[in-house]
């Protein structure tokens, strides 16, 4: 039995919120236990919705505007993400976790994330000198490979084994990666969408007190030394209180 997250609705990345289309999201079920993939799938929609936040907040800042948050404490949160959506054994990811990425697609890659190209060109368009960011970015890369490490240890990937690793993404692969990790794309309004994330992130902390990590995870010391329960909780109550926020575009 296999119990996942109801489907995260986002705009596509370039596409402004839409006050007029209110999004409701179903409860979020409990995980069904030893199933990873209700972790694996859930800590990646709140990541995909951070890279929404970080590209806005990023822009709002290239057009002279004040943030609703910083890129750089949202940078630090997609590094607790990648710990808590990575949080299993490598022999669960090589049975479990990879196999299901490999029935939607033989090079099914991260690359293939519509949200973080539109993260990428805002990084390139700053260009940022903050050495807060600067330091986030670093912290972010540093617990990337440390996760990748532990799951693959051997290294490769699955676009590389598959020999696609120099194709550009194509419009079918962004949406393969949507479909697999639950993505509607459709207009949405910021507030449901804030109030989605948070609900989000605290289904993630219940998660871990249900089923806590095995060990300490190789890579965690750099983001939350103290464990991942209350970054989590943490992420909860800010994004909550961002929902509450008149704004609507940005």
Same mark, same amino acid.
């Given at each position: 039995m296999?119990?996942?997250?109801?489907p995260?609705t986002?705009?596509a990345p370039d596409?402004?919120?839409d006050?007029?289309?209110a999004?409701i999201?179903p409860?979020?079920?409990?995980?069904?236990?030893?199933?990873? !993939?209700?972790?694996?799938?859930?800590?990646?929609?709140i990541a995909?919705?951070?890279?929404?936040?970080i =590209?806005?907040?990023l822009?709002?800042i290239a @057009?002279g505007?004040k %943030?609703?948050f910083?890129?750089?404490?949202?940078f630090?949160?997609?590094?607790?993400?990648?710990l808590?959506?990575g949080?299993f054994t490598e *022999?669960?990811?090589?049975?479990?976790i990879r196999? @299901?990425?490999?029935?939607?697609?033989?090079?099914?890659?991260?690359?293939?994330g519509?949200?973080?190209?539109r993260?990428?060109?805002?990084?390139?368009?700053?260009k940022?000198?903050d +050495?807060v960011?600067?330091?986030a970015l670093?912290?972010?890369?540093r617990?990337? *490979?440390?996760v990748?490490?532990?799951?693959v240890?051997?290294?490769g990937s !699955?676009?590389?084994d598959?020999?696609?690793?120099s194709a550009?993404?194509?419009?079918?692969e962004?949406d *393969?990666?949507?479909?697999?990790?639950?993505?509607r #794309?459709?207009?949405?309004?910021r #507030?449901g969408?804030?109030? @989605?994330? =948070? @609900?989000?992130?605290q289904?993630?902390?219940?998660?871990?007190v249900?089923t806590?990590?095995a =060990?300490r995870?190789?890579?965690?010391v =750099?983001v939350?030394p103290d464990?991942?329960h209350q %970054?989590?909780?943490?992420l909860?109550? +800010?994004?909550?209180?961002?929902?509450?926020?008149?704004?609507?575009n940005v």
């Amino acid at each position: 039995m296999t119990a996942h997250p109801p489907p995260l609705t986002l705009p596509a990345p370039d596409m402004f919120w839409d006050p007029a289309a209110a999004v409701i999201d179903p409860d979020i079920p409990p995980r069904v236990a030893a199933d990873p !993939l209700y972790r694996w799938v859930l800590g990646h929609q709140i990541a995909f919705g951070v890279w929404r936040l970080i =590209a806005d907040n990023l822009a709002e800042i290239a @057009s002279g505007g004040k %943030p609703d948050f910083d890129p750089a404490w949202l940078f630090d949160q997609y590094s607790i993400l990648l710990l808590y959506t990575g949080s299993f054994t490598e *022999i669960v990811y090589r049975e479990r976790i990879r196999p @299901s990425m490999m029935a939607a697609d033989p090079a099914f890659s991260g690359r293939w994330g519509r949200d973080y190209h539109r993260v990428l060109r805002m990084l390139e368009a700053a260009k940022p000198h903050d +050495t807060v960011l600067r330091d986030a970015l670093l912290r972010n890369r540093r617990v990337h *490979i440390a996760v990748a490490r532990r799951l693959v240890p051997e290294g490769g990937s !699955l676009l590389r084994d598959a020999g696609r690793a120099s194709a550009p993404v194509t419009d079918a692969e962004f949406d *393969i990666f949507d479909t697999y990790f639950g993505v509607r #794309r459709a207009p949405c309004d910021r #507030r449901g969408f804030l109030r @989605s994330l =948070a @609900s989000r992130a605290q289904a993630a902390h219940d998660d871990l007190v249900e089923t806590p990590p095995a =060990a300490r995870l190789r890579g965690q010391v =750099a983001v939350a030394p103290d464990g991942l329960h209350q %970054p989590l909780l943490d992420l909860a109550a +800010t994004i909550a209180e961002a929902a509450n926020n008149p704004k609507e575009n940005v």
